[in-house]
Structure formats: structure tokens, C-alpha cells
């Protein structure tokens, strides 16, 4: 007689002790690392959900970045920069632009999603600014490929 067993095994994933830190789709990223454009989709309706959204993630809870119990209704700063050193605009200021990036705001977060379609770029390092306890700008980048 053939009796089967199934174990179950619990991997925690630690960020990095960097400050910042990008998540995509439950899977950390180190700074610095690469990930396609095919897998960064739209933000989903429930804002407390990051969906497939690129999220840069910082782990100082006493930051001005975002939004969070010192700010909860928004106004926090926080951003995305594409390859041309160019902000991601947030979605109030995209009108009916189409197949682009997008940027929101949430709890020590900040996401980077598609507005309107799929993005072709531009392709390239993407750089993530949230400012620091004091004030002071940190960043952390990843490379977004066409693969």
C-alpha cells in the first residue's frame, strides 16, 4: 500500500537592509535588480491592494514618503523616475494618455503601474526617490527589461 506525504514549509522573505526594497507580484527584489515589463500590470481598484503594480517599498516608518498614519489622506511625497531621468506623472495628470506608467501613493509605499494599456518603455533603469527621517532623498533603481 503507497501512502503519500505532503510536507508544507513556510519560506519568510527578509528585505534588504538597504531601507528600500521593490516588490513585485509577492516576490522581493534587491535594488539593483531586473524584471520585464510584461509583468508590471494596472493598479486594482482596491488601493490597499498592490495587484501586479511594481512596488518600492521603504522600511522607515518615520518618513514623509507616501501615505501613512502621519499623513493617511495623502499629500505624502514619494516618486518614480524612467530612464530620462523624467518623474512618473500620477494618474490625475494622465487625462487619456494611454499605454504609459503610472505612479501611487500608499503606505510606506510607492508603486509603479500601467495606465491604459501595456507600456513599451522606455526600457531602462528606473529609480525609485522617497525621502529619508530627515528629509534627505534616498533612492534605489531597477532595471525594467523589454523581456
Do not use: K
Not at 508544507?8 to 527584489?29: D, E, K, M, Q, R
Not at 517599498?57 to 530612464?83: A, E, H, M, S, Y
Not at 494618474?91 to 506608467?101: C, M
Amino acid at each position: 500500500m503507497f501512502t503519500a506525504h505532503y510536507y508544507w514549509y513556510l519560506v519568510l522573505l527578509v528585505p534588504p537592509s538597504t531601507g528600500l526594497y521593490f516588490s513585485l507580484n509577492g516576490i522581493i527584489y534587491n535594488p539593483g535588480s531586473s524584471i520585464s515589463i510584461a509583468n508590471i500590470g494596472e493598479q486594482p481598484g482596491d488601493r490597499s491592494d498592490a495587484g501586479s503594480t511594481l512596488v518600492c517599498v521603504t522600511t522607515n516608518v518615520n518618513t514623509q514618503c507616501c501615505r501613512g498614519g502621519d499623513n493617511p489622506n495623502g499629500g505624502g511625497t514619494g516618486g518614480w523616475l524612467d530612464p530620462n531621468n523624467t518623474p512618473i506623472p500620477h494618474p490625475n495628470v494622465l487625462g487619456d494618455a494611454t499605454n504609459v506608467f503610472t505612479r501611487y501613493l500608499h503606505s510606506q509605499q510607492v508603486r509603479l503601474a500601467i495606465w491604459g494599456g501595456t507600456p513599451s518603455g522606455p526600457l531602462g533603469v528606473y529609480t525609485c526617490v522617497v525621502p529619508n527621517i530627515n528629509g534627505m532623498d534616498v533612492s534605489a533603481t531597477i532595471t525594467i527589461t523589454g523581456t
